[in-house]
């Protein structure tokens, strides 16, 4: 909910006071209820730490701090929840709305939908579970999960970054301090880089002869440089795992009744693409 109603370039983020406001404050509240619940968590942590059995990196950062002073590398106990809030907040809405992405696209291009299931019944068959080191092995499958990410990136916008220094670029002049947004949408579908980019083609990710992906300069849909997405492989990992295992056992549909649903989206923080009705159907 908060991540689907502000976006990075909020207008509260100037004007504050509208924190006080009956939306905002409703936002905030919610917000607050995150916080409380992840200050729980890290408590329970440290009433019940034990150094020869690290847990999760709350342990990691607990085994690592054991007083309140921070340093570049290490978070104060007291901000531990925040490392883990921001864990939360980068990585929670982002894949699940890119495995949403996944299930509506493959509604609107059933061909991709058999062809990836075609694949996996021939490598791995309807009895095991796919894992993860199946991965290599799904050419096809790998390159619709990256043109699912290409078609509908969640992260069309990255957080605003600011200018290191005084910078020129083409003829502007960006001064030190000048906040930035990056539109990573217009770079995943510049018809500089993308042949017919309006157009879903999971094979533009597919070597010639089809039997490994191929990643263009211009697929970055998890950023670049030095502030790029921390959370890449594992949001990899559980698009590859959610997407086999789902498309193994289900063949997806819109319900007959529905309306064609809308694949513009919505923006918030992260590109959703809103609410709309599915049939699992079991294969
Ligand atoms: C499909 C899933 C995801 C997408 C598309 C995505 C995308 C992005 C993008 C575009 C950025 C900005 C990069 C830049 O400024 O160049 C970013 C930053 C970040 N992501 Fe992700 N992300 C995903 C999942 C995750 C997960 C699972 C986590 C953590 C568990 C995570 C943690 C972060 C963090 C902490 C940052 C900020 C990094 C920094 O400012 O240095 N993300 N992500």
């Given at each position: 909910?908060?991540?689907?109603?502000?976006?990075?370039?909020?207008?509260?983020?100037?004007?504050?006071?509208?924190?006080?406001?009956?939306?905002?404050?409703?936002?905030?509240?919610?917000?607050?209820?995150?916080?409380?619940?992840?200050?729980?968590?890290?408590?329970?942590?440290?009433?019940?730490?034990?150094?020869?059995?690290?847990?999760?990196?709350?342990?990691?950062?607990?085994?690592?701090?054991?007083d309140?002073c921070?340093?570049?590398e290490?978070?104060?106990?007291?901000?531990?929840?925040?490392?883990?809030?921001?864990?939360?907040?980068?990585?929670?809405?982002t894949?699940?709305?890119?495995i949403?992405w996944?299930?509506?696209?493959?509604?609107?291009?059933?061909?991709?939908?058999?062809?990836?299931?075609?694949?996996?019944?021939?490598?791995?068959?309807?009895?095991?579970?796919?894992?993860?080191?199946?991965?290599?092995?799904?050419?096809?499958?790998?390159?619709?999960?990256?043109?699912?990410?290409?078609?509908?990136?969640?992260?069309?916008f990255?957080?605003?970054?600011?200018?290191?220094v005084d910078?020129?670029?083409?003829g502007?002049?960006?001064?030190?301090?000048?906040?930035?947004?990056?539109?990573?949408?217009?770079?995943?579908?510049?018809?500089?880089?993308?042949?017919?980019?309006?157009e879903?083609?999971?094979?533009?990710?597919?070597?010639?002869?089809g039997?490994?992906?191929?990643?263009?300069e211009a697929?970055?849909p998890?950023?670049?440089?030095?502030?790029?997405?921390?959370?890449?492989?594992?949001?990899?990992?559980?698009?590859?795992?959610?997407?086999?295992?789902?498309?193994?056992?289900?063949?997806?549909?819109?319900?007959?009744?529905?309306?064609?649903p809308?694949?513009?989206?919505?923006?918030?923080?992260?590109?959703?693409?809103g609410?709309?009705?599915?049939c699992?159907?079991?294969?």
């Open positions: 909910m908060v991540m689907s109603k502000l976006s990075v370039s909020s207008v509260v983020l100037k004007i504050p006071k509208l924190w006080f406001t009956p939306f905002y404050k409703s936002l905030k509240k919610q917000t607050g209820e995150c916080i409380s619940f992840l200050r729980g968590v890290v408590e329970h942590h440290k009433a019940t730490f034990d150094s020869n059995d690290i847990r999760d990196i709350i342990d990691v950062h607990l085994q690592d701090n054991d309140e921070g340093t570049e290490k978070l104060p106990r007291s901000l531990i929840w925040r490392g883990i809030f921001d864990l939360f907040a980068a990585g929670t809405d894949t699940s709305n890119a949403l996944g299930i509506l696209l493959l509604t609107q291009y059933p061909n991709v939908q058999e062809k990836a299931q075609q694949e996996i019944d021939d490598l791995i068959g309807r009895e095991r579970p796919p894992s993860l080191p199946d991965r290599l092995r799904l050419p096809y499958v790998a390159a619709t999960l990256m043109e699912i990410q290409r078609f509908r990136p969640v992260g069309c990255v957080p605003p970054r600011a200018a290191s910078t020129e670029l083409r502007y002049t960006i001064l030190k301090g000048t906040p930035v947004w990056v539109n990573l949408y217009a770079v995943l579908h510049s018809p500089k880089h993308w042949k017919d980019p309006e879903f083609i999971p094979e533009r990710f597919l070597s010639a002869d039997k490994r992906t191929e990643t263009p697929f970055i998890f950023g670049l440089g030095s502030r790029i997405c921390i959370g890449e492989q594992l949001a990899r990992m559980e698009l590859f795992l959610f997407m086999t295992n789902l498309l193994q056992r289900f063949t997806f549909k819109i319900p007959k009744e529905d309306p064609k809308n694949l513009a989206g919505e923006l918030g923080i992260t590109l959703s693409p609410r709309f009705r599915i699992a159907v079991n294969r």
